[in-house]
């Protein structure tokens, strides 16, 4: 698996135990390398909510996984970073929230 997602056998171990945080584009190609959706890393995470609570897993990081459970938040996740205009940034974010509200 590191040697498929380009990273150290330490690097995979600390995403394993949960020390460090894998970003959304491994996850992709760890959910490709192992023919798996992308939810199959998610799953039951619904069921643990009150867990999350208690564990100090607020909203914010609710919604993101919640918004990772999908394809096209994947992509969105992957894209957004490489808009190197601020600028762009706000405005793309402006257009999802207008879409929200309409």
Excluded: C
Excluded at 16 to 31: H, L, M, P, T, V
Excluded at 56 to 69: C, D, H, K, R, T
């Amino acid at each position: 698996m590191a040697e498929h997602l380009g990273l150290t056998f330490q690097q995979v171990q600390k995403y394993e135990r949960g020390s460090n945080r894998i970003s959304a584009s491994k996850i992709y190609q760890a959910a490709w390398a192992l023919k798996v959706p992308v939810p199959y890393f998610f799953e039951g995470l619904h069921e643990g909510e009150e867990a999350s609570a208690a564990e100090g897993i607020s909203s914010g990081e609710s919604a993101v996984q919640a918004f990772l459970n999908t394809g096209e938040g994947i992509e969105l996740a992957e894209a957004f970073p490489r808009i190197t205009s601020a600028r762009q940034r706000r405005q793309v974010l402006d257009r999802v929230k207008s879409l929200v509200d309409d």
